[in-house]
């Protein structure tokens, strides 16, 4: 990594502040050069004069007689300077933080004037990122946390996002890994060295081991996914007959005219999502199309649309007419995901005995037209929310795909192992296990499995 990258940090536009980062080894020659200063204190603020020093030949000017030769450096900006000297750094290089005015002219000035220096270029889209992993500075896993982090859009996103980023997700893997590393170096030392003097009872030692591996893999995998699901956020689909209340209620959640609200059955034939924040936890909410026999294509095609996304919701509510008889395609997806609303509580006809299938005290009665009901829903809600994210222990959450594809490729690999008659085989799944927890950090080294073996046994004596 010899080139030096550089890349405005702030969004782009108009903002009273605009952050310029550079990162390689030409990051302080680029500062001495823009600022015309040689000496800058380690992790202190320093003002700076910035100026292309190299702007490029003058236009002659016939009138006045300038020559291209006679023009001055140009001004870019009065700022701040900040030097990270390696290897204390966020990526482990020398790096320069730029804070300027956040006009246009100026940060283009200043980053057409980083572009146009040698061994210097623009930096691809997370490669600060990718520098601070390739140079030990973090691991994968917290590699994620800060992407998570910037688009972390509620409460619980961000403190998930920050508890990964601050090693505790990586701390359990590294932890497994190393547990891993001296198992396997039992295993080796199994096979290579059987001659030697080994610790006494070794294979049963390893099978305790194995399995008490296994237990935490599977413990730490059934965890109805809800650090997933906290990422990508909670879908919650309103169901109901037609002029249930569907739309109403959804413009009502999202404070908004979202969704079109008339008296005529099958109005809503696609099903509209409204993004927002409940109680800190990120909620994508549905309106589906009115459950009803119907010949119409479209219409038909909204219901099946409807059914489907309903079975796949994370929650469900589940609209009743206060006023008419409950329709049997609403109960019908009644289920442990649903809560129950009884609509138009300001016809007045709503009795608790009105739905017999199920308990008066789980049935949640609103106007959407007077906002009765309404907070008491809400509340319902998320305290469902709580129920499916409530973590019973301190071991932080599985947050991605591939974290969980690779844990469970680990746990198939140490599944054989313990089952494993043969050292050979019994070592090589071991080495399979590791290389799975590896793939999750980023961290796979041989080093780490030879101090293992050599200091551990007395071989070779």
């Not at 601070?132 to 910037?150: P, Y």
Request: aromatic share 4%; glycine share 8%; proline share 5%.
């Amino acid at each position: 990594m010899t080139i030096t990258i550089f890349a405005l940090s702030t969004p782009p536009g108009i903002g009273a502040l605009a952050i310029v980062r550079l990162s390689g080894p030409g990051a302080l020659g680029a500062l001495q050069s823009l600022s015309g200063q040689m000496n800058f204190t380690p992790r202190q603020a320093t003002r700076v004069i910035l100026c292309n020093h190299h702007p490029g030949p003058a236009v002659p000017d016939h009138w006045s007689g300038t020559k291209p030769e006679s023009r001055y450096p140009e001004q870019l900006d009065d700022g701040l300077a900040v030097y990270f000297p390696a290897p204390y750094s966020f990526t482990g290089e020398d790096i320069v933080e730029l804070t300027l005015h956040g006009g246009r002219a100026t940060t283009q000035g200043v980053l057409g004037a980083l572009g146009a220096m040698s061994d210097l270029r623009l930096a691809e889209p997370g490669e600060f990122t990718r520098r601070a992993f390739e140079n030990g500075k973090m691991d994968l896993t917290q590699a994620e946390a800060i992407a998570d982090l910037i688009h972390a859009e509620t409460v619980q996103q961000r403190q998930q996002a920050l508890s990964q980023l601050s090693g505790t997700l990586s701390d359990l893997y590294q932890g497994w890994a190393a547990r891993l590393t001296a198992l396997l170096a039992h295993a080796e030392a199994d096979i290579d060295f059987a001659d030697e003097d080994l610790p006494a009872d070794i294979l049963a030692a390893q099978h305790q081991a194995i399995e008490k591996l296994i237990s935490e893999l599977q413990e730490h995998l059934s965890d109805n996914r809800r650090g997933e699901r906290l990422r990508d956020g909670i879908t919650i689909a309103i169901v109901g007959a037609p002029n249930a209340g569907k739309s109403t209620l959804l413009n009502v959640l999202a404070q908004r005219d979202v969704a079109i609200v008339t008296d005529i059955a099958g109005t809503t034939r696609d099903v509209l999502e409204v993004h927002f924040d409940l109680g800190g936890y990120p909620v994508t909410l549905l309106d589906t199309a009115g459950l009803r026999e119907t010949s119409d294509v479209i219409e038909s095609e909204g219901i099946r649309r409807a059914r489907e996304r309903a079975t796949r919701a994370d929650l469900k509510l589940c609209l009743f007419d206060a006023g008419a008889e409950p329709d049997e395609a609403t109960r019908a997806l009644i289920d442990g995901s649903a809560i129950v609303v009884m609509t138009k509580l300001e016809t007045g006809s709503w009795k608790s005995d009105k739905n017999p299938f199920l308990a008066p005290s789980l049935q949640i009665p609103i106007s959407a037209h007077t906002g009765a009901g309404i907070a008491e829903l809400l509340q319902t809600i998320t305290q469902k929310l709580e129920e499916i994210f409530h973590q019973p222990r301190e071991a932080p959450s599985l947050t991605r795909a591939r974290h969980r594809t690779a844990l469970e490729d680990a746990m198939a690999a140490l599944q054989r192992a313990a089952a494993a008659q043969v050292p050979e085989l019994r070592a090589e799944d071991l080495r399979l296990a590791l290389r799975a927890i590896g793939r999750i950090t980023g961290r796979v080294d041989v080093e780490d499995l030879l101090d293992q073996i050599f200091s551990e046994f007395c071989i070779g004596k």
